[in-house]
């Protein structure tokens, strides 16, 4: 395979990475726990994600006892709100957000690391969406940039991080 062929992999590697240090930078102070792996902080404003850490904690064993009920709508907590128990109404993406990171990445710091993944998802498929409008690259990254990272994507991540990730609206136009 010569230098040409590969040229394409690399150029997405980039992309992907230059919206990676973009998101880190723009969730900061988050970064570093996130980073170093703390276990002591997570990125909350003492709200909704307070409890997340337990939910993912609570997500990833329950998937190695009942992999199947893991597709269902709910998520049953015995061990919230006893002795009726309580449903965890996490999102299908984080889900699979959540086992996927989960050996590289403690409870805590997963809100920060869903955050990330959801500005990085941004940046890509809009690039993408915009570079299949043939527009040039140095613009469908700027736009990516601005769809990956702004007011709303910040704010979201600090307190509902499900909303952080509004890739699908170029895929809708993308036609995928």
């Keep these: 395979?010569?230098?040409?062929?590969?040229?394409?992999?690399?150029?997405?590697?980039?992309?992907?990475?230059?919206?990676?240090?973009?998101?880190?930078?723009?969730?900061?102070?988050?970064?570093?726990?996130?980073?170093?792996?703390?276990?002591?902080?997570?990125?909350?404003?003492?709200?909704?994600?307070?409890?997340?850490?337990?939910?993912?904690?609570?997500?990833?064993?329950?998937?190695?006892?009942?992999?199947?009920?893991?597709?269902?709508?709910?998520?049953?907590?015995?061990?919230t709100d006893v002795p009726r128990g309580a449903g965890l109404w996490v999102p299908m993406g984080h889900r699979l957000a959540v086992l996927l990171l989960s050996p590289l990445v403690p409870p805590e710091q997963m809100t920060a690391a869903i955050s990330v993944l959801g500005m990085i998802l941004n940046g890509v498929f809009m690039y993408a969406f915009a570079c299949a409008l043939k527009i040039p690259r140095r613009l469908s990254w700027g736009m990516g940039f601005v769809w990956a990272v702004n007011a709303f994507t910040r704010a979201r991540a600090k307190v509902h991080m499900g909303l952080v990730s509004i890739y699908h609206l170029p895929l809708v136009f993308l036609g995928i």
Excluded: C, N, W
């Excluded at 992309?15 to 930078?25: E, G, M, N, Q, R």
């Excluded at 990125?43 to 307070?50: A, I, K, V």
């Design 1 to 79: 395979m010569d230098f040409k062929r590969r040229l394409p992999l690399f150029s997405f590697l980039g992309i992907i990475l230059s919206f990676f240090l973009v998101a880190l930078v723009y969730i900061h102070p988050a970064e570093t726990p996130l980073l170093e792996g703390s276990g002591t902080q997570a990125l909350s404003d003492g709200t909704d994600p307070t409890g997340m850490p337990y939910s993912f904690s609570y997500i990833v064993d329950h998937f190695k006892e009942a992999p199947l009920e893991y597709l269902f709508a709910v998520i049953y907590d015995p061990h």
